[in-house]
């Protein structure tokens, strides 16, 4: 079967490689300071989901980002690896939203792309970590959901079969479609971007990103090649309720931040002697480190 | 993220060329695919953005996948299964990332689902990938084994056997037999025709075969019985589907642990001839090895590169007498040495990819059309200088690669001669570069009319008249002498009119041609790019200086009396 599929995906700061100016004297994120990278699970969410498509001739995978005109540049990479389309959801109204009014204006987007068999998006995003918005998504949009997804096994009969990370162990589940996934970070890395994809998609830009007077390199490219024009939507695009969205619609406030730094303690050198090894072991146990 | 070919801004230099201008325009026959292909370019930028996109794929994926294989790929090896080879586990995650990428076939037109890529920018990735496993380099670089078969094959074979290439399929040239290294004129393996089923047989035992159990093999083979030199061989294609090859062993080897070198037996293999008979060593092994040489030299500039990072990091790091070792001039000494090597050899390397770049484009439009007598002219003056390119950019590029493990180990101190840190592995895979494909010695051989007719010399007196920065002419005023020293030594190997004397003063002769060639190379480079050029420039000129010099000196000196102390049997 032809399976339509969602990739829900973010671009972050890229908080795994932060150098000392990561941090405004604020305490709030240094966006400038750090390069935006597409979400790490994020990939390994369109991994799976480029996968279905290798398996299911004929199905589709569309990209779908909240953000600024440049996180086009997470649809051009899905793009890139093969993804069909993209659709980017940017509006100042947008800004500032928290989880709800994210996963809200996520939702509003997919009513308006027609229900997909399965959403699919990584776990949580580097920055904020909360794992809430795939959830959300999906109790706005009425889904069933499966959560830290490492695998895909098989999708047939209107039912996907996966393999889910659980506490000790994994866990195998069947569930019907139509569906959402969040995936776990141990799951397939992503694909590398593909030669003659990124030669047929590197113009691809939404709207947005482009001069507002039209006077760009490879102009009459956009009116012979429609793949090069990325869906830009805006609140009222996908009938958003502007209460809903953004700061407004963002019952999540920062009481504060804090500054942790982590210092290394006293260190102990254990030998290799049954006794050490036995001394780590209870000690582990006795502060729950395992066990 | 480690980048092969973002973190080394060399590369973009040579990727720059202006000869690029005249190679995208033949390669892409003036745009005219930019409506049928969505991937193909509409304009010369675009094409050189879309190199430039595509080294930066190939960077990234051999300075993570591939690099954080290798030590695995190295310590696994490949597995004999049977009569066949099962890949290291890494290796198998390296092909299928590659594949993925779409970087088979790279240099194949369109319609065979290939890239349409220059030789340029393929050897540039050949580079990338080497650096992270110049074993796993040999896999997907024997991927221009296809452009032997796009030159000589018919279009039936095409059709049938480029797409698959382009598509992920590996390929082997199966040359060399126990009896029949350096001399193919040996090869023994028998090609009869099989009138009952119209097709090929082959049988007999292939020795130190590369990836020897892939998909499609080029098999070099006597299909002309009764005769025993190079006259009698042609040149087969053997799919793995049809079977009757079976592995029987693989070498344990020194280096290049990743890649499988095998010993196959032929047992009645069906097999389809390529191009006329009687042509295969003369004709189509040439141009094969001569492909598979630029690969060895790319794969050894690679190896240099990686050793002379792991050299520059360790020295940074490491201290002794309280201060880091990079400050000791006998470190640092060796560590600018390396890296002048590295540029020069790189840029040799190149200037040949462009060279062969231009003649070979030219010679597939001759396919198609009739060349203009200024375009015959311009494949002529382009073949004889790729030609004359290649032998140096393998010899001394595989030799420098060995000096530059060997320097970058040094520093490493006894920590270099331990497992635990990546120099020893490059050391050991440096060490095949000089002797595969062609020794040195025999690229020797290959360079040696290009001096004495003259052709290097041309070369040199040509860049003597180049424009070049203020700050290089006072190099390039040294070149010229050294360029002297060089006529001057031709001249009393051709005076002495002796074989044996020639012979014995050819490697020295060679060597210095390439020096001067390279310094010219590299002074171009640092009059374009100060900043990324110069030192090198002028550590490689003070080096070759003193080389020049040692070799003038061994030539002049050298009498037909004095022959007899270096007769051995």
Redesign the interface.
């Known amino acids: 079967m032809s399976l339509k599929i969602v990739v829900l995906a973010k671009q972050v700061p890229d908080t795994r490689n932060v150098g000392k100016d990561a941090m405004t004297p604020e305490g709030t994120v240094n966006r400038a300071a750090l390069p935006a990278i597409f979400n790490p699970e994020d990939l390994n969410a369109l991994e799976q989901a480029l996968r279905l498509k290798d398996e299911h001739p004929g199905s589709s995978v569309s990209i779908l980002t909240m953000g600024p005109p440049r996180a086009t540049d997470v649809i051009r990479e899905g793009l890139f690896r093969g993804a069909d389309n993209g659709y980017l959801l940017t509006d100042r109204a947008f800004a500032g939203a928290d989880t709800l009014a994210t996963s809200y204006a996520l939702s509003m987007a997919i009513r308006k792309m027609g229900m997909p068999d399965i959403i699919i998006g990584g776990r949580q995003a580097i920055d904020g970590d909360t794992a809430q918005v795939g959830p959300q998504v999906a109790q706005k949009l009425d889904l069933n959901q499966v959560t830290y997804v490492t695998a895909i096994e098989s999708v047939k009969d209107g039912k996907i079969t996966l393999v889910r990370s659980i506490d000790g162990g994994i866990e195998r589940v069947e569930a019907p479609l139509p569906i959402l996934l969040t995936v776990n970070g141990n799951a397939a890395p992503c ?10 998609y ?1 113009r691809a830009t939404a709207p947005m990103e482009r001069p507002a007077d039209g006077q760009m390199p ?1 102009a009459e ?1 956009y009116e012979k ?1 429609p793949y090069l024009t990325v869906t830009q939507w805006s609140v009222a695009d996908v009938d958003g309720d502007l209460a809903q969205c953004g700061l407004a619609g963002s019952p999540t406030k920062v009481k504060a931040v804090q500054n942790i730094v982590f210092k290394a303690k006293e260190s102990k050198r254990l030998t290799g002697s049954e006794a050490d090894i036995e001394g780590l072991v209870k000690e582990l146990l006795e502060s729950h480190t395992i066990g | 993220m480690a980048n092969n070919y973002t973190d080394h801004p060399e590369l973009r230099f040579e990727m720059n060329h202006p000869l690029m201008k005249r190679i995208v325009e033949l390669k892409e026959r003036g745009f005219a695919e930019k409506d049928a292909y969505d991937y193909a370019p509409i304009d010369f930028d675009d094409a050189m953005d879309n190199y430039d996109r595509v080294l930066d794929i190939v960077g990234e994926i051999a300075g993570t996948t591939i690099a954080d294989n290798a030590e695995g790929v190295d310590l696994e090896g490949p597995h004999h299964v049977g009569d066949r080879v099962n890949y290291a586990s890494g290796t198998d995650r390296n092909l299928d990332a590659m594949v993925k990428a779409g970087m088979n076939g790279m240099t194949m037109p369109r319609r065979y689902k290939g890239l349409n890529f220059p030789i340029t920018p393929y050897t540039m990735c050949a580079e990338l990938v080497a650096a992270s496993d110049a074993g796993f380099g040999n896999i997907w670089s024997l991927q221009d084994c296809i452009e032997t078969l796009y030159e000589f094959g018919d279009a039936d074979q095409h059709a049938r056997f480029i797409p698959r290439v382009c598509e992920g399929e590996t390929m082997s040239m199966d040359l060399t037999e126990p009896d029949a290294g350096s001399d193919l004129q040996s090869v023994m393996l028998k090609a009869t025709f099989d009138e009952e089923n119209n097709c090929w047989r082959l049988n007999g035992v292939k020795r130190f075969i590369t990836n020897g159990d892939a998909h499609l093999h080029l098999v070099l083979a006597r299909s002309e019985e009764g005769t025993t030199d190079g006259r009698g061989l042609s040149m087969f294609i053997y799919d793995k589907r049809d079977g009757g090859v079976n592995v029987r062993r693989i070498e344990n080897k020194l280096g290049i642990h990743g890649s499988p070198t095998c010993e196959l037996v032929y047992k009645n293999a069906k097999a389809e001839l390529v191009g006329d008979r009687k042509m295969g060593l003369i004709k189509y092994v040439m141009a094969l090895m001569n492909g598979a040489r630029l690969g060895i030299a790319a794969q050894s500039v690679g190896i240099s590169q990686a050793a002379y990072n792991e050299g520059l990091a360790y020295a940074r790091d490491r201290e002794q007498f309280g201060k880091a070792i990079i400050n000791f001039p006998a470190v640092a000494d060796m560590l600018a040495t390396i890296k002048a090597k590295l540029d020069a050899g790189r840029a040799l390397l190149y200037q040949c990819a462009r060279y062969v770049d231009i003649y070979k484009a030219l010679d597939d439009i001759s396919r198609e059309r009739k060349l203009t007598p200024e375009e015959r002219k311009e494949q002529k003056l382009y073949a004889k200088l790729a030609d004359s390119l290649t032998p140096l950019a393998k010899g001394m590029n595989s030799e420098y690669c060995n000096q530059n493990t060997y320097d970058a180990l040094q520093i490493h101190g006894g920590s270099g001669f331990m497992m635990d840190y990546p120099i020893q592995r490059y050391a050991r895979d440096a060490r095949i570069t000089s002797i595969y494909e062609g020794t040195t010695q025999l690229q020797v051989v290959a360079a040696i009319r290009y001096v004495t007719n003259g052709s290097y010399l041309a070369q040199m007196r040509e860049f003597e008249q180049a424009e070049c920065s203020e700050a290089m002419k006072a190099i390039q005023a040294r070149a010229k002498v050294m360029a002297d020293k060089f006529e001057e030594a031709v001249a009393r190997v051709k005076e002495a009119a002796d074989q044996e004397y020639h012979d014995l003063c050819a490697r020295h002769l060679v060597e210095m041609a390439a020096d001067v060639i390279m310094l010219h190379l590299l002074i171009y480079n640092a009059s374009a790019d100060a900043a990324l050029f110069e030192r090198s420039a002028r550590v490689y000129a003070n080096f070759v200086e003193a080389e020049i010099a040692k070799h003038h000196t061994f030539v002049m000196n050298l009498t037909t009396e004095s022959l007899a102390d270096y007769r051995q049997a």
């Open positions: 694909r590398p971007r593909n030669a003659k994809l990124v030669m047929k590197k490879y490219e090649k």
